[in-house]
């Protein structure tokens, strides 16, 4: 383990103990003992001695509690238990990379597979994602072929006494966004925000014609490849209702962007995820709200506009005219490479 001042330690969050531990116990266990060796002030006579020590202890335990909750950031270990609550032996072991934690629970990415962990208080909306993901509908085999292979596909369900899981394949070179994003310095360049845009709204045209409403695209829902520049909705199927019905719950998220006739009415209403790819444009560029893009000269003059804008409410007329947006800002079409992979997003 490389050595810390400090200056260093006390710089780290107490609750991101992964910055100063490794995600295994007995390695771990080793590294509190050289810090504390290091740090203990029977042994260092330093003025900041105690306090660093302090928190290097509170680091140590948090560390052993993500770990036996099976919440450690990553890399890590994920067992997926067989039986309705564990009781035969483990049937999947997922190495991951990240591990996120979101409102009801954690999203676990792997190289080819995802797992979402969901705690049992949130059964509710576990069957809702269930009945959702138990097949789309098509109006034929070409869009299929088009569109199936950006959505949840072979979902598998586990439970323990502690989570409800859900597990997804993915393609490896397949990233979450919100990790890109990450990855980038927390903004990406405007042409790369155009081909996600594209893609969002070509996934949003699909859940108009299927009559479904998402209510939770956006960075940690949406996985992206930096290669095809292809991208899957594989998240936030929790909260999707068939348009018109009654909401059964909605992330805090989506409630700052939603129509509030919509959120009055609660009731699902396709404009909704079309502010949500809006709100997810913005917060590409690394702002919260295309107000935030106006005063901004490295962002496209008719992508702001756009973004600082409201939904047509039409999903393929949004996707037309995000296209002019486009075309308006870069050009004809072309496509823009990233230099940023899965192996190098994941440190693999």
């Known amino acids: 383990m490389k050595t810390k001042t400090a200056e260093q330690i006390m710089a780290i969050d107490p609750e991101s103990p992964e910055k100063l531990f490794s995600g295994d116990a007995e390695t771990a266990k080793t590294e509190f003992y050289e810090l504390s060796r290091d740090w203990h002030p029977d042994r260092n006579p330093a003025p900041q001695a105690t306090v660093v020590f302090q928190r290097v202890t509170a680091l140590y335990r948090k560390t052993l509690e993500l770990l036996e909750t099976q919440r450690w950031p990553g890399p890590?270990?994920?067992?997926?238990?067989?039986?309705?609550?564990?009781?035969?032996?483990?049937t999947r072991r997922?190495?991951?990379?990240?591990?996120?934690?979101?409102?009801l629970g954690e999203l676990y990415v792997a190289k080819t597979e995802i797992a979402f962990a969901v705690e049992h208080r949130f059964a509710d909306l576990f069957e809702n994602a269930k009945r959702q993901l138990a097949g789309f509908r098509f109006a034929g085999k070409k869009m299929q072929r088009e569109i199936g292979r950006y959505l949840p596909r072979e979902p598998e369900f586990f439970a323990s006494a502690r989570r409800l899981f859900l597990l997804l394949p993915k393609p490896a070179e397949m990233v979450l966004l919100a990790d890109l994003l990450d990855f980038m310095g927390g903004a990406l360049d405007p042409r790369h925000v155009g081909w996600i845009g594209n893609r969002l709204y070509n996934l949003a045209c699909y859940l108009d014609y299927a009559g479904i409403i998402h209510h939770d695209i956006g960075p940690r829902t949406v996985f992206v490849?930096?290669?095809?520049?292809?991208?899957?909705l594989l998240g936030g199927w929790w909260y999707a209702r068939p348009r018109g019905r009654k909401i059964k719950a909605l992330p805090p998220r989506t409630v700052e962007f939603a129509p509030p006739d919509a959120i009055a009415a609660g009731r699902a209403d396709g404009r909704t995820d079309l502010e949500a790819i809006r709100r997810t444009g913005c917060e590409l560029l690394g702002a919260k709200s295309g107000w935030a893009l106006k005063s901004n000269p490295k962002i496209p003059a008719a992508m702001a506009r756009w973004l600082n804008g409201a939904t047509s409410g039409a999903a393929v007329t949004d996707y037309e005219l995000w296209q002019n947006v486009l075309e308006l800002d870069f050009g004809a079409p072309r496509f823009v490479r990233l230099d940023a992979g899965a192996d190098a997003i994941y440190g693999r």
């Open 76 to 90: 890590g270990v994920l067992d997926l238990p067989a039986g309705r609550f564990g009781t035969a032996a483990v």
């Open 225 to 232: 490849s930096p290669v095809n520049h292809g991208a899957m």
């Open 94 to 103: 997922i190495n991951y990379f990240k591990c996120h934690s979101f409102e």
